[in-house]
């Protein structure tokens, strides 16, 4: 493409970029920048200092969110494990098992949690806990988790597998794997990429999940999200602010790890097929 | 042990079908042990699939595939004793050459020590044994090619389907592997089935080739006898260069058929199966047998005038028209012998076709 015709030589390129990147981030900055505020004030400047991260560890509130911190890293760890379990095995049918009938609605099926608004997935979820009289708490939140986790564990791990050629898992058989083994020593560890992806991302959309969670949680059960959210309803303090920070630092090395695992190409070794076939 | 004389690969009416297209019809052949055998044809004639079919990646609509005499349609790939070289070679990105190698005699079931031990042993046969502990993305194309063929080996398979597996390489390469492969296969001493689309790798290679068309058996023969005595038409043609020219028997005597030429000429030549008297039919003379000349030879010839002379190195292509009748290409050798044998364009010559070397084809 030449510079000419580049988007980047339309006029307004640059204020347009500008004003995005300030809708998007300038929320983001604020929380962080004032995290590390010395002040009781969530407004006023008054000088550089870590008290806020401190208070969350040792202040009033601290076992509060020690106990939601537990809550929301232990369920975003199983949930993430289960449904990115549940993918592999989604993803090895719907593009290993060729075409069959229902397939594409199977795919519509697992997607489905995606394209619903979280509103009437958290009602509906709460309706079903209700009527099959299954006791909110730890548990259901984590039942809740791992199903609308799934999607989100399968979209990598199946855009990997479509880019894994199936000729490796017919040359293991060819040399007397049986279809198991061929799966286990030769898809597996190609597909490796797209699992670690999707493990992170599930577990990033668990452990950020509010709606569903506040919906399904039995009283006294709090994840950090809902935890944060009942805090502030009292107020804002500056404690919500240093949280918030350690939480997006943690979403933001997942999502990073998720990305480069995504990228990450282990079956660079088969040439191009020839064309003149 | 089975007795010599078993079929390697016997394919008994085996057909394949997909829905409505039928990608291989009824088809039988049999494969001798020991044999360097080569399924020849064009894209989509099958040729893959039939290969398929016999390491059992492709179920077999009708008919049966023996292996040494034993039915095998209802094993699985890994039950059978037939090793593949794929086209793209699909080695493990995730392994290192030796553990691409040791594979498949790990899961015959040899130990993990016994395995490296005759995977290192493979590779020194093909002269990669200080890349074993490289991945395969780190090898050249010619080396993974190797690589592909050690490891099909390796666990000692009966017979080796290799998918055209020298179509990814540069020409000097590919002739270079033709050779090899050929050695390779006399002191294994296994059947190889090599499917390919390129008639003269299939000709410098094979001790036998089934020409395939349209998910039909054509011709079945030596190398030798698909280029002089092709069957019909499409043989004819896909092997080699050839002149196929329309002609008219007009006469049949002592098994020798006089074919009419438009534009009054006259060949003589063998009266193949099936040719009658009055019945039009092609015949098939290769560039390489014809002579061009001055003067009329004794055994008869046929006016024709040069149009042009092209220049391809080892020979010299003269495309030249008969005199009120078709083109003809004659090949000369590019050498003293063969320059006195080729003429300016527009130049009127006597083209003689050499005894015995035109076929007369009736489809």
Request: aromatic content about 8%; some cysteine; glycine content about 6%.
């Amino acid at each position: 493409m030449s510079a000419k015709t580049d988007v980047k030589a339309y006029r307004g390129f640059f204020t347009v970029t500008l004003i995005c990147l300030f809708v998007l981030y300038a929320p983001l900055i604020v929380v962080t920048v004032y995290s590390f505020n010395d002040s009781l004030s969530i407004t006023v400047w008054q000088g550089v200092s870590l008290r806020w991260y401190a208070d969350v560890f040792t202040g009033v509130e601290s076992a509060k969110f020690k106990t939601a911190a537990f809550n929301s890293f232990s369920i975003a760890l199983i949930a993430a494990t289960v449904s990115t379990l549940i993918a592999i095995a989604s993803a090895t049918a719907l593009v290993r098992a060729g075409r069959f009938r229902l397939r594409l609605p199977s795919m519509g099926l697992i997607m489905l949690p995606i394209m619903v608004p979280e509103i009437v997935l958290a009602v509906a979820t709460l309706i079903f806990f209700n009527s099959i009289g299954f006791t909110r708490g730890y548990l259901t939140i984590l039942v809740a988790h791992i199903s609308f986790c799934i999607p989100f564990a399968f979209l990598p791990i199946q855009a990997r597998m479509q880019g894994i050629e199936d000729t490796y898992e017919q040359a293991a058989m060819d040399l007397y794997a049986s279809r198991a083994q061929a799966f286990r020593r030769v898809l597996l560890p190609l597909m490796v990429p797209g699992i670690i992806s999707g493990f992170l991302l599930a577990f990033i959309v668990s452990l950020d999940d509010f709606i569903i969670t506040n919906f399904v949680k039995g009283a006294g059960v709090e994840t950090l999200p809902t935890a944060i959210f009942g805090s502030v309803k009292q107020g804002i303090k500056p404690n919500i602010m240093a949280i918030s920070t350690m939480l997006l630092a943690v979403s933001v090395i997942f999502v990073a790890v998720s990305y480069l695992a995504a990228k990450w190409d282990n079956t660079k070794s088969h040439l191009k097929t020839d064309p003149a076939r | 042990m089975t007795d010599s004389s078993t079929p390697a690969v016997d394919i008994e009416n085996a057909a394949k079908r997909y829905g409505d297209f039928t990608a291989i019809k009824s088809m039988s052949l049999s494969i001798r042990d020991n044999e360097f055998f080569t399924l020849l044809g064009p894209s989509g004639c099958g040729k893959t699939t039939l290969l398929r079919m016999i390491a059992g990646f492709e179920d077999v609509t009708e008919g049966a595939i023996f292996l040494f005499g034993s039915e095998i349609e209802q094993l699985p790939p890994n039950k059978r004793p037939v090793n593949t070289v794929f086209q793209n070679y699909a080695l493990f990105p995730h392994m290192t050459i030796l553990e691409n190698v040791s594979f498949g005699l790990e899961m015959q079931g040899n130990s993990r020590v016994d395995a490296h031990k005759r995977a290192g042993e493979m590779l020194e046969l093909v002269q990669l044994s200080e890349f074993a502990q490289r991945k395969p993305a780190q090898l050249s194309g010619g080396q993974q090619q190797r690589v592909a063929l050690a490891r099909a080996l390796a666990p000692s398979p009966r017979v080796l389907l290799l998918d055209e597996p020298l179509s990814a390489l540069d020409l000097k390469l590919r002739k270079a592997m033709q050779i090899e492969l050929k050695h390779l296969q006399r002191e294994t001493g296994i059947t190889f089935i090599f499917v390919t689309h390129d008639q003269e790798e299939a000709l410098t290679m094979s001790d036998r080739i089934a020409v395939m068309s349209a998910g039909e058996l054509q011709q079945l023969g030596e190398p030798r006898d698909v280029y002089e005595r092709p069957r019909n038409r499409f043989v004819a043609d896909f092997i080699g260069d050839t002149n196929l020219l329309e002609v008219a028997i007009t006469d049949i005597a002592d098994n020798l058929a006089s074919c009419h030429v438009q534009g009054g000429h006259q060949i003589q030549c063998g009266a193949s199966e099936g040719v009658s008297k009055g019945m039009t039919a092609h015949l098939s003379v290769r560039p390489e047998r014809l002579l061009l000349s001055a003067a009329p030879a004794e055994e008869g010839s046929l006016r024709a005038s040069v149009k042009e002379n092209i220049f391809v190195g080892t020979d010299i292509t003269t495309l030249l028209t008969l005199d009120g009748g078709p083109d003809l290409t004659v090949r000369t050798s590019n050498s003293a012998r063969g320059a006195a044998r080729v003429f300016d364009p527009g130049a009127d010559v006597f083209v003689t076709v050499e005894a015995g070397a035109a076929r007369l084809l009736i489809n």
